[in-house]
């Protein structure tokens, strides 16, 4: 059976500014924690606004906790002489909801495709090394729905299971919301479907 993957790799703020220099040129790196198009479309247009007198602003991201959206964009340069060596460092890290920028400078001389993605690449791998990558689970979350004579035996699973409460409603009747690592989110449904009058389901 295969393996479930519940883990992925993404860094919590935005990388130090990087330089990588090459006959002339000067590479400006950046890596920014992103979640969506709308962030990304902000770090590219603040970055232009501070580098007005650049040349490229040359970029790549991932989104996604299944790392399932990218785009890699080479902003004018030779065809995938830019983007996707930014792009192929983010997955060398195994990073996601990421965003890497390599500013250029042009310093008068010309690198030519091979000088240009390995420039490219070197400016994002020093952005991603300066950057603090950390692991995070892949939660499904629940919802717990019970009345308060089951509290007892709902609390003391969810203490022997180590599960993490994000939100309880003691109210009339019991509502607490649960974060259950991928992996082990059909083992704990159904310890609580089968457990008397605790209903279970799972959130949005």
Not at 12 to 19: A, C, D, G, Q, V
């Given at each position: 059976m295969e393996e479930i993957k519940d883990?992925?790799?993404t860094i919590?703020?935005?990388?130090?500014?990087?330089?990588y220099k090459e006959k002339g040129s000067k590479f400006l790196g950046y890596a920014f924690p992103v979640t969506n198009e709308e962030q990304i479309k902000e770090h590219i247009e603040a970055l232009r606004k501070e580098h007005h007198n650049a040349r490229h602003w040359c970029?790549?991201?991932q989104l996604g906790k299944n790392y399932d959206q990218y785009r890699a964009n080479d902003d004018g340069e030779p065809s995938n002489s830019a983007g996707m060596p930014i792009y192929g460092q983010i997955q060398s890290f195994d990073v996601t909801n990421v965003l890497v920028v390599s500013v250029r400078y042009f310093g008068g001389t010309k690198l030519g495709v091979g000088g240009l993605i390995q420039a490219y690449k070197t400016?994002?791998?020093?952005?991603?090394?300066?950057s603090n990558i950390v692991e995070r689970t892949i939660d499904v979350v629940y919802r717990l729905h019970f009345d308060y004579p089951e509290?007892?035996?709902?609390?003391?699973?969810?203490k022997e299971e180590d599960l993490r409460i994000i939100n309880q409603d003691l109210a009339l009747d019991c509502k607490i919301d649960i974060a259950v690592r991928k992996k082990e989110a059909n083992r704990i449904f159904e310890l609580f479907d089968n457990t008397y009058k605790v209903q279970i389901k799972e959130l949005e």
């Open positions: 883990t992925y790799r919590t703020k935005p990388s130090p500014e990087t330089l970029y790549a991201w400016s994002a791998q020093l952005a991603l090394e300066a509290m007892n035996i709902v609390m003391r699973l969810i």
